[in-house]
């Protein structure tokens, strides 16, 4: 994982693309510096779950289009992506887990629209 060097020449990481974008535009995400290492890592893991999540979707769509079967396993599995991150939330505080929110908000949304194209 890349990142920017702290003070100390240790590596910070850097937020995934997604999170990267929701970032410029309006969203802030939390900030790991100065978590326990345990919260710092849930934060990671929900940002690496929306990423996950959001190219599942992605694939499905291109799954979709060349009439793949494997677009019905990849919608399904990032609706449990989804489920993984609301776990994930639920055990975060509110100021960690509110700006997960939208991105949480548009990854349904999407996955929803391709159930609605489908059935």
């Given at each position: 994982m890349g990142g920017a060097r702290d003070a100390v020449g240790a590596r910070t990481p850097s937020p995934s693309p997604r999170c990267a974008e929701a970032q410029q535009t309006?969203?802030?995400l939390p900030d790991r510096m100065g978590r326990t290492?345990?919260?710092?890592m849930a934060i990671q893991l929900v940002e690496a779950d929306v990423?996950?999540?959001f190219a599942l979707v992605d694939q499905a769509k291109d799954y979709r289009a060349s009439a793949q079967p494997e677009f019905m396993r990849a919608l399904q599995a990032a609706?449990?992506?989804v489920a993984d991150i609301e776990r994930r939330l639920q055990r975060l505080g509110?100021?960690?887990s509110g700006p997960f929110h939208p991105?949480?908000?548009e990854l349904r949304k999407e996955i929803t629209a391709l159930e609605r194209e489908t059935f």
């Open positions: 309006g969203v802030h290492v345990a919260d710092a990423e996950i999540g609706g449990a992506v509110d100021s960690e991105l949480v908000t």
